[in-house]
């Protein structure tokens, strides 16, 4: 019945998908894939740069919760 997923398969690592096969090999090996762009999956920690959304630990500059205050997200900022 399930015939056709291994030549699937080899269809997708022997042709151009390669990179896609990559992609959703690297889905269902959440978390901590190390194809993906961020690199192997580590929790942020605290206060760490990048990650707003984290207050800040102990003795490191304080960083809003939630998308207020004085940063600006990456990206196009609208009017």
Do not use: E
Request: proline share 23%; charged share 10%.
């Amino acid at each position: 019945m399930y015939l056709w997923l291994p030549s699937f398969l080899y269809h997708l690592m022997h042709h151009k998908h390669r990179g896609f096969l990559c992609v959703i090999a690297c889905i269902f090996l959440q978390p901590g894939c190390p194809v993906s762009p961020r690199g192997p999956g580590r929790p942020k920690l605290p206060g760490s740069p990048g990650n707003p959304y984290v207050p800040a630990g102990p003795g490191s500059p304080g960083r809003p919760i939630g998308p207020t205050g004085p940063w600006r997200p990456r990206g196009p900022v609208g009017p």
